[in-house]
């Protein structure tokens, strides 16, 4: 599996932020997909996961703010932010969890929120 996100850039503090991953190969294999993301000096932390039956998981930081989607025919997962504010500027990182228990990273895309 492997994985392309896109989205991210500079968005202005209270406002929104669409990231969307795709996951090519064999998506089937694929349970969880999410992401994560990682600010400076920071240990990476969940931002949001869902997986294959639609259960999600969201980190209190953007609870009531974050919304995740999958397609599973697509291979594809889309996480919506609101109300963003400059501690949620990071480098955010797609990942997926496979049936197979390995765990598969994008190359990261970085979010900031100027003060």
């Known amino acids: 599996v492997q994985l392309q996100a896109s989205g991210g850039g500079s968005v202005q503090a209270g406002g929104s932020l669409v990231l969307s991953c795709e996951a090519s190969?064999?998506?089937?294999?694929?349970?969880?997909m999410g992401w994560y993301r990682q600010a400076p000096g920071k240990q990476r932390d969940l931002v949001a996961h869902i997986t294959r039956g639609g259960v999600r998981t969201y980190a209190d930081s953007v609870m009531g703010r974050a919304t995740i989607s999958r397609d599973n025919a697509k291979g594809t997962v889309l996480l919506r932010m609101n109300s963003i504010e400059p501690v949620d500027t990071a480098v955010y990182y797609c990942?997926?969890?496979?049936?197979?228990?390995?765990?598969?990273w994008g190359s990261g895309t970085q979010v900031t929120v100027p003060a």
């Open positions: 190969g064999n998506i089937f294999s694929i349970d969880y």
């Open positions: 990942y997926v969890h496979t049936y197979q228990s390995v765990d598969i």
